[in-house]
Nanobody, 123 residues
Framework: QVQLVESGGGLVQAGGSLRLSCAAS????????MAWFRQAPGKEREFVAA????????YYADSVKGRFTISRDNAKNTMFLQMNSLKPEDMAVYYC????????????????WGQGIQVTVSS
């Protein structure tokens, strides 16, 4: 088991930046591929970004490519999502997720989830 806790969300103006963190506890963090997903009201939970155990393989949704950066610090059991040039359409609850094996884009592949954190972007 691994427990995940997100932090760093909040309110930001369009064009601004936020950095989300996902702290992991329990079994070895460095054994898991990690990802960020988000869910806006009335919409499906969607993939944002994912990275492999060592951060070598990285995937992004087209909608965030060039604006968001996913990273991890295995020594600190923490994953990050740096979000720049935020748009109103980025507003959602953001979730971190973990899985064994390689990173994937599908939410159904992930075994462990955080509770989510709100990101609000004002226009």
């Amino acid at each position: 088991q691994v427990q995940l806790v997100e932090s760093g969300g909040g309110l930001v103006q369009a064009g601004g930046s936020l950095r989300l963190s996902c702290a992991a506890s329990g079994r070895t963090f460095s054994s898991y591929a990690m990802a960020w997903f988000r869910q806006a009201p009335g919409k499906e939970r969607e993939f944002v970004a994912a990275l492999s155990v060592r951060g070598v393989i990285v995937y992004y949704a087209d909608s965030v490519k060039g604006r968001f950066t996913i990273s991890r610090d295995n020594a600190k059991n923490t994953m990050f999502l740096q979000m720049n040039s935020l748009k109103p359409e980025d507003m959602a609850v953001y979730y971190c997720a973990a899985k064994s094996g390689g990173p994937r884009r599908s939410k159904s592949d992930y075994d462990y989830w955080g509770q989510g954190i709100q990101v609000t972007v004002s226009s």
